[in-house]
């Protein structure tokens, strides 16, 4: 896992922060600013022959490394299940109708360096299966599209730890060598 940084200058005024109790950081002028996770989304697509889709990042960080495709949830009143619509739609110009009903696979946290900063992140990650068959088109951050065996991912080329952790949970809920399973 890397190395955590904490927050440097307080998003009220601007002034150095120092560590505070728990996950708090206070500046000279009062303030305290928690640092909480940011909520974001990712989702893996799973063929039936057991084989996963992942993004090729395009940008920083992590440029070039395998991802679930997915990301931030937008502040206001964008939900989970928005945002992994969203989500699709910039990156694979899918529609709802594209992919099967999205399911629940886990939540992980990881960090995601940013200006300097080492953000704390909380993925909610799904899973489904594509409808029929899809050229998937690459756009907004994403490079390519990775067509890889489930059980042949390499942990190496995937960026974060959230992403590491729901390959890890994929591989569990499809054993290598099965033929079909209650998921299908």
């Not at 000279?28 to 022959?49: K, L, Q, W």
């Not at 946290?109 to 940013?114: A, D, E, L």
């Amino acid at each position: 896992m890397a190395e955590k940084l904490e927050m440097n200058f307080c998003r009220r005024c601007g002034a150095g922060l120092s560590k505070a109790a728990g996950n708090g950081h206070e500046c000279p002028n009062g303030h305290t600013i928690f640092e909480n996770p940011s909520p974001c989304v990712g989702i893996f697509f799973v063929t039936a022959d057991q084989h996963v889709y992942l993004s090729e990042r395009g940008i920083q960080p992590h440029k070039g490394m395998l991802d679930a495709f997915g990301g931030f949830v937008d502040s206001g009143d964008e939900s989970l299940e928005t945002a992994t619509e969203r989500e699709l739609q910039e990156e694979l110009s899918l529609a709802p109708g594209d992919y099967e009903p999205l399911r629940y696979l886990t939540s992980a946290t990881s960090r995601y360096p940013y200006e300097g900063e080492d953000l704390e992140i909380m993925s909610i990650l799904y899973w489904t299966r594509l409808k029929g068959t899809h050229d998937l088109k690459p756009s907004d951050d994403v490079a390519a599209v990775r067509k890889l065996p489930l059980h042949a991912v390499p942990f190496d080329d995937l960026h974060a730890d959230d992403i590491r952790i729901g390959i890890r949970v994929l591989q569990r809920m499809f054993p290598q060598g099965a033929k079909e399973n209650q998921y299908v």
